[in-house]
């Protein structure tokens, strides 16, 4: 069955990094369109960034561009989502999705 594994939130100050990971398995990884969302406390969930089976298409959150980058190594089935310069309102559980599947989710917080 279609798993996706998310891994890599924490808790950082304002201005700071994280990498979140998401392992894929049970389906054809390679033909797959990826996309990361975001729910924040007391807010709906929203698409942050998507990624092309291929890498060569990317599309962000106008909020996070130039701050995020969403990649993906195909041979091994991970999708990785680069955040820098955090911003508290960055905070939320951030979740790997494919086509009616979803990750159990990563929490992120951004406080000083």
């Known amino acids: 069955q279609v798993q996706l594994v998310e891994s890599g939130g924490g808790s950082v100050q304002p201005g700071g990094s994280l990498t979140l990971s998401c392992v894929a398995s049970?389906?054809?990884?390679?033909?797959?369109?990826m996309k990361w969302y975001r729910q924040a406390p007391g807010k709906e969930r929203e698409l942050v960034a998507t990624?092309?089976?291929?890498?060569?298409?990317?599309d962000y959150l106008d909020s996070v561009k130039g701050r995020f980058t969403i990649s993906r190594d195909n041979a091994k089935r991970t999708v990785i989502l680069q955040m820098n310069s955090l911003k508290p309102e960055d905070t939320g559980v951030y979740y790997c999705?494919?086509?009616?599947?979803w990750g159990q989710g990563t929490l992120v917080t951004v406080s000083s």
């Open positions: 999705y494919r086509r009616g599947y």
């Open positions: 049970g389906f054809t990884f390679n033909m797959s369109d």
């Open positions: 990624i092309g089976r291929n890498g060569n298409f990317k």
